[in-house]
Nanobody
Framework: QVQLVESGGGLVQPGGSLRLSCAASGFTTADYAIGWFRQAPGKEREGVSCISSGGSLTYYADSVKGRFTISRDNAKNTVYLQMNSLKPEDTAVYYC????????????????????WGQGTQVTVSS
């Protein structure tokens, strides 16, 4: 059974940090690019970051560049999103997703290219 399970969300003050994890099972994650998306209330789901299957390519939304870092450990079938200098506008449900393809340019932002999705983890940035 294919599963993606996000964890690490929570409540943090502005300027704080969180580390999200995306644990995969039921498929070989080393064959998949993994993306992180988020969705705030009343807004569309938006791409945050993506990492290629081998980890050599990474992509970030302009809104998180310099603050978020994506990484992966294929031996553990896990992808991480380190989030620093968090802002209230980062508040959202964060989802990870897997795509069996290599992305170039901005194609990683398109949700239709992803095959599997997790259930999401809530991140709230508030004082």
């Amino acid at each position: 059974q294919v599963q993606l399970v996000e964890s690490g969300g929570g409540l943090v003050q502005p300027g704080g940090s969180l580390r999200l994890s995306c644990a995969a099972s039921g498929f070989t994650t080393a064959d998949y690019a993994i993306g992180w998306f988020r969705q705030a209330p009343g807004k569309e789901r938006e791409g945050v970051s993506c990492i290629s299957s081998g980890g050599s390519l990474t992509y970030y939304a302009d809104s998180v560049k310099g603050r978020f870092t994506i990484s992966r450990d294929n031996a553990k079938n896990t992808v991480y999103l380190q989030m620093n200098s968090l802002k209230p506008e980062d508040t959202a449900v964060y989802y990870c997703a897997a795509a069996r393809r290599t992305f170039y340019g901005s194609h990683w932002l398109a949700t239709r290219y992803y095959d599997y999705w997790g259930q999401g983890t809530q991140v709230t940035v508030s004082s």
